[in-house]
């Protein structure tokens, strides 16, 4: 069983910052890519940021220059750090893993976090 527990959403007004952690605990052998994905109302689930193991990262170009994605390996935890936030990176934010399980190393699994509420006032 693995978990994704997400925290550091909240309520801030245009032009500040937030920083997102996740961490991931649980039967898990290794971890691949991690990364953080939002949805807005009425709105796809879209790809913010994310970091392979090796730390290479890859950015939605909405966020680019404003989002910091890192990552922890020893602590299996990934964060975002968003500066100079916009009404419109208001979404719930989720964590997502590519994992392989103690129970079966050979094969990859993804799990997602339940999300946390970020809000940018105007």
């Known amino acids: 069983q693995v978990q994704l527990v997400e925290s550091g959403g909240g309520l801030v007004q245009t032009g500040g910052s937030l920083r997102l952690s996740c961490a991931a605990s649980g039967s898990i052998f290794s971890i691949n890519a991690m990364g953080w994905y939002r949805q807005a109302p009425g709105k796809q689930r879209e790809l913010v940021a994310a970091?392979?193991?090796?730390?290479?990262?890859n950015y939605a170009d909405s966020v680019k220059g404003r989002f910091t994605i890192s990552r922890d390996n020893a602590k299996n935890t990934v964060y975002l750090q968003m500066n100079s936030l916009k009404p419109e990176d208001t979404a719930v934010y989720y964590c997502?893993?590519?994992?392989?399980?103690?129970?079966?190393?050979?094969?990859?699994?993804?799990?997602w976090g339940q999300g946390t509420q970020v809000t940018v006032s105007s």
């Open positions: 997502h893993a590519d994992y392989y399980s103690d129970y079966d190393p050979l094969n990859e699994y993804d799990y």
């Open positions: 970091i392979t193991s090796g730390g290479s990262t």
